[in-house]
């Protein structure tokens, strides 16, 4: 395998060779510094991008077209790591060396370019995907376990940018019109930072195609890594009731670690070990021994420095599961951690890390990880210090956590 970083007069090429796989990954990521309300515009806006355009005047003619290209995958999607967010577009097709066409790749370019240059802002196409996107944004207070995330997030983050939602906010949403988000899609083009990155078996010649179809943009910087913090004095406690079968437990700890920082890699190891894998101690003191919950798994915000507990429950465990959760992370404190668990552990820890490359889809994202970060990913130097980690290094990380918010969506038949 070979990485080659290439800059353009305004975009930035990244080209992963490897022989591995036999077909080719194309994505084009457009970057941005989130603010309050483009997370909004730039959801709508990818749903759009993705599902008409001038030539391709319905996700059939889109299909028909894929089908053409041998079986071709496509979508455009937003997220956000951290401080940025994106607009991904990708393809994903066959190797033109297994099917004989020498003119595959290029169609793949042509098609992934036209659906970015493209777009079909008319009523009914912006109208209808706005409509879908409400539907989700409703759809969030079903899904109780996200809810209590939000209202949690919301708690936590009351003054800080980590507090909008990936995917932006329905009352934004609701009051954009077609032309705004046409003028907000050329604002992106011309100003958003572009990596165009190509993974697969590939010649050089696609250095040519890159620069003749997605040379645009602008060579800007953004720093992902969200260092906003708030005094705690003491931790915060609420509870809001609704009409559920089952309650959410939400528990947020600050943590004070960030994806660059030295102890990085082992937050991410005391985490797995907390309740980040199916031997945790959270899912097994928790949810197997004592029964007090439903599910229970934690997550680490490593842009943010913040780790998170949530557990669904019966409103009546409350007080016995939130004091088993505490005890989990005292027993670590005080030195409470089998050998068995933390190698178990790091095993698991380590096979992700190795299955990294195990799918075109993954590497790119961390070519991108890497280049928004401007820290070069290599699994081999990974996994050499994960296998470092220490028993004492864990106990040292864990002391790091300071409890920000607990938070119940307590569930009852009798709940409005």
Do not use: W
């Not at 003054?159 to 046409?182: H, M, S």
């Not at 590939?202 to 003749?212: C, E, N, Y």
């Not at 101690?281 to 997550?299: A, G, H, M, P, Q």
């Amino acid at each position: 395998m070979c990485y080659t970083k290439i800059p353009l007069d305004k975009a930035t090429l990244h080209i992963y060779k490897t022989k591995k796989f036999k077909k080719i990954t194309i994505d084009v990521v457009l970057s941005d510094k989130v603010d309050e309300t483009n997370l909004s515009y730039r959801t709508l806006l990818s749903r759009v991008m993705e599902s008409k355009s001038t030539k391709y005047l319905t996700k059939r003619d889109i299909n028909r077209k894929l089908d053409m290209l041998y079986g071709a995958t496509f979508g455009i999607s937003s997220a956000k790591e951290g401080l940025t967010t994106y607009i991904d577009a990708s393809i994903d097709g066959v190797n033109p060396r297994y099917v004989l066409d020498d003119n595959l790749l290029e169609e793949m370019f042509e098609f992934l370019s036209h659906m970015l240059f493209n777009p079909s802002f008319d009523n009914k196409n912006v109208n209808e995907e706005k409509r879908l996107l409400l539907d989700d944004y409703n759809q969030e207070y079903d899904n109780k376990s996200a809810l209590a995330a939000i209202r949690c997030n919301n708690i936590a983050f009351k003054n800080e940018i980590a507090r909008f939602k990936a995917n932006g906010e329905k009352e934004i949403v609701e009051k954009i019109t077609n032309k705004e988000l046409e003028k907000y899609y050329k604002y992106v083009i011309e100003n958003n930072k572009v990596d165009i990155i190509i993974c697969g078996d590939v010649f050089d010649s696609v250095i040519d195609l890159a620069k003749k179809h997605f040379d645009f943009g602008k060579p800007n910087k953004f720093y992902p890594i969200d260092y906003e913090e708030k005094s705690i004095v003491k931790a915060i406690y609420e509870k809001d009731k609704v009409k559920a079968s089952q309650s959410q437990l939400v528990v947020k700890y600050r943590c004070y670690t960030r994806v660059k920082d030295s102890d990085y890699l082992a937050m991410c190891l005391f985490e797995t070990i907390f309740g980040g894998f199916s031997s945790s101690l959270l899912f097994t003191n928790v949810r197997e021994k004592n029964s007090l919950c439903y599910t229970i798994r934690s997550s680490y915000a490593a842009y943010k420095g913040v780790i998170t507990v949530i557990a669904g429950i019966n409103a009546k465990d409350y007080d016995n599961a939130l004091k088993l959760i505490f005890e989990q992370l005292t027993n670590i404190q005080n030195g409470t951690l089998s050998d068995e668990l933390l190698e178990m552990a790091r095993l698991n820890m380590l096979s992700g890390i190795k299955r990294t490359g195990d799918s075109l889809y993954s590497i790119a994202k961390k070519i991108y990880s890497s280049e928004i970060l401007e820290k070069e990913f290599n699994i081999s130097e990974y996994v050499e210090k994960i296998g470092q980690i220490t028993k004492e290094d864990i106990i040292r990380v864990s002391k790091k956590l300071v409890l920000d918010v607990v938070y119940l969506l307590e569930g009852g038949a009798n709940n409005d």
